[in-house]
């Protein structure tokens, strides 16, 4: 016999599974609006290295955050 709690925790798996095939992925929704990435890697290595300290004091490990970086038409 399976558990309510593990009963719970598969029906809460695949309401999130069916979010997340529904929802509109975020990159459509960025070119829509006049979005985009920008890529410069002086930048990126900058933001990197002075947050790091900041991702560390969190107890998170900087190596598993992405940083980007998006620019406005507007």
């Given at each position: ?35 985009s ?18 991702f560390?004091?969190?107890g998170?490990?900087?190596k598993t ?10």
């Amino acid at each position: 016999m399976v558990s309510l709690t593990r009963s719970v925790s598969r029906v809460a798996l695949a309401l999130m599974v069916a979010a997340g095939l529904v929802s509109r992925p975020a990159p459509a929704l960025a070119q829509d609006e006049g979005l985009s990435l920008i890529r410069d890697t002086e930048i990126e290595e900058i933001l990197r290295r002075d947050s790091a300290p900041i991702f560390e004091a969190a107890g998170v490990d900087p190596k598993t955050i992405n940083i980007l970086l998006i620019g406005s038409k507007s």
